[in-house]
């Protein structure tokens, strides 16, 4: 392209290039680029002009030749399909009238900061350096599915509106990022998707606005992330899907307000994430699925759990913060059925923790969690071990029957002695061992063979017999239980 076939704008931003200078059409500090499409032929650049610097611009020793341009408005189409490009671009605060294509481009840097675009197309790009869009505004699809950037992908303030668009609004599939996915307070009107991306930084969506109600607002399927995956005061509307994720940092969701009405507002499983935090925030709503993820350090605020979770093989070393069991116990009730490994898990954290108090708690709620899904008999069975000990988790109630059924015993055959079955050989009488021999079936002080009472006395003594059998198997059998677990 020859320099006399070009504007005076397009000969400002040529002479420019081989200095790397900065062509700033900007009048004002605060004027909008949406209003880009009404400048006129004075801050007016032809993309074709763009296209045909950064592929054989001039040059200048000892210079570094840059496309440096902020404030104008591009025209037709910057194809930069298949090119490689060794210049910087920045074109900053620009007002483009097509989507500019950089589908399997090769680019040093690209800086598309505060500029209103159409859409973007840049399918496998890779840039060596920074991909800056800043605070852009775009009215269609982002696609940077496949994309390789050596540095960190800057999206901080970015809004994307598609509301024609049926799939993602942002294609981030498949990227690889050498640094960070820098994107606080993203804007998106649609679905994001990172499935398979790998980012060896930190994912930063905090006070990001993720929309797409009814569908998924984050598609992060397969997602690993070296460090964080940051989302605190984030609004997504939809679903956050994080399926097979690999994280060892944090999965930071605290003040996130999280919404998907009668779908699943969060669904994590088959992860392996180093700490998941969920807290003050508002109540989830829609389901929690962390099936089949370990989790270093759980913390989660019983205040933020929704009515459904799913936490099938869920496994985690500490849940934090420490909350009486009462209120840990409501989680496990919300789940879709009985899965007994889940009470395990939380009574190995109050372990860990040195609360025996809060485990046996947990264990006996497993317990009458278990009852229900026993047939009539075994219901029966179990509501009589309950009352009696507690399932064995209830020494003390155990001791005040044990004693309360001496007293009375003791106080029963005290008023009226039975008969000796053999007066001669028979011992002396005494109303508390005799008692104890009934109540206590593997003790024996030879006072109940030696001794057979009459009338209602007998069937008093058939009832301590039977009561003591119910209390010491079903004590024998907690403690065991518990000897087992420590």
Known sequence: MEINDLTPAETRVWRAFASG???????????????????????????????????????????????SVAGARVTGRLDLQYATVDHPVHLRQCHFEEEPRFFVARLRELNLSESVLPGMISHAVRVEGVLRLTRARFGGMVRLAGAEVTGSLYLEGTRIDAPDTDGPVLQLNQAVLGADLWAPGLRAGGEVRLTGARIAGTVNLTDAALGRPGGTALLAETLAAEADVLLRHADVRGRLELRGARIPGR????????????????????????????????VVQGALNLRRTQVD?????????????????????????????????????????????????????????????????????????????LPWYGRLWGHLQDVTVGYGFRPVRAGCWLLSLLAAGALAYGLHHPPALKPDEAPEFNPVFYTLDLLLPVISFGQETAFAPEGWYQTLSYLLVV????????????????VSRQ
């Open 21 to 67: 200078t900065l062509v700033d059409f900007r009048v004002a500090e605060d004027e909008d680029p949406a209003d880009g499409a009404a400048w006129g032929p004075e801050r007016t650049v032809r993309a074709s002009v763009l296209r045909a610097l950064l592929l054989d611009g001039p040059q200048e020793d000892g210079r570094v030749a840059t496309l």
């Open 297 to 373: 350090v759980l913390f989660l605020q019983p205040e933020v759990v929704p009515d459904l979770v799913r936490l099938n093989d869920l496994t985690y070393t500490a849940l934090i913060p420490h909350e009486p069991a009462e209120r840990r116990l409501l989680m496990l009730e919300q789940g879709d059925s009985y899965l007994p490994f889940l009470y395990e898990q939380l009574t190995a954290a109050y372990r860990r923790i040195g609360d025996d108090d809060a485990a046996r708690l947990v264990q006996l709620a497993k317990q009458r969690r278990r009852r229900r899904t």
């Open 467 to 482: 009561t003591g059998w119910i209390l010491a198997t079903t004590v024998i059998t907690g403690l065991t239980r518990t």
């Open 251 to 282: 999965l930071d969701l605290s003040h996130a307000r999280l919404a998907n009405p009668g779908g699943t507002a969060i669904r994590a499983s088959s992860c392996v994430i180093g700490e998941i935090w969920l807290r003050e925030g508002p």
